[in-house]
């Protein structure tokens, strides 16, 4: 619910200004192009000044103003949880002072929150896992089921962090398998470096 309320905050709060963004951004490249018939070396750096201004917005300069939104329902969501589980990828941004001013009381309560979360998730799974490890036991001086145990850990932690959501990331975003992997540590170690993100290629 938090990160729903979070991702229709962020979205009330950006989307228009990203909009406004755009149409100007739009009007500055139709003018340019009719002003400019023939480019010289400074047309071509106030082109180019244009291009860095709209990208460093979060603007795509390809295409029209009919590009997808940054601040649409999805995208406001992924933000709002980069927010609070601190990953912060870096390539989307509050830009107005309002959506600034929330952010901040929004990460202020909302990382608690998740950390809250995150540790009744680790109790739960530490309750089973100790269940699962009293079944389990062999006679004393066995060491054997304790190592064929944490071996089944091990792979399954893996298999389910690090071997099958690079495969994922591979197929739907069309990166090569070592870009996927790449990509799943850096998110699930928090880094959030903010060059490989979904949905941005």
């Known amino acids: 619910m938090y990160l729903f309320m979070g991702a229709m905050m962020f979205q009330l709060l950006e989307k228009q200004a990203e909009a ?24 071509i750096e106030q082109f180019v000044q244009i ?22 329902f999805s995208n406001s969501f992924f933000f709002a949880g980069t927010v609070i589980t601190t990953i912060g990828y870096g390539n989307l941004y509050p830009s ?26 680790g ?35 893996s298999l389910l962090f690090l071997v099958f959501p690079p495969m994922i990331f591979s ?10 992997f790449y990509f799943a540590f850096i998110t699930l170690s928090t880094i959030g470096f903010g060059d490989y993100v979904l949905g941005k290629y």
């Open 20 to 43: 406004n963004s755009r149409d100007k951004f739009q009007l500055a490249k139709l003018g340019f192009l009719q002003n400019y018939t023939c480019l010289d070396a400074g047309a």
């Open 51 to 72: 291009i860095m201004e709209a990208w460093d917005k979060g603007l795509n300069p390809k295409g029209n103003a009919t590009n997808p939104s940054n601040w649409d």
């Open 96 to 121: 107005t002072m309002a959506g600034q001013v929330f952010c901040v009381f929004y990460a202020l309560f909302g990382i608690p929150l998740n950390v809250a979360f995150l540790n009744q998730v």
């Open 123 to 157: 109790k739960g799974l530490n309750s089973h896992l100790i269940a699962l490890g009293r079944c389990m036991q062999e006679p004393e001086g066995s060491g054997v089921m304790k190592v064929a145990m944490m071996g089944l850990f091990l792979t399954t932690g």
């Open 171 to 180: 197929y739907v975003e069309g990166w090569s398998y070592g870009e996927g």
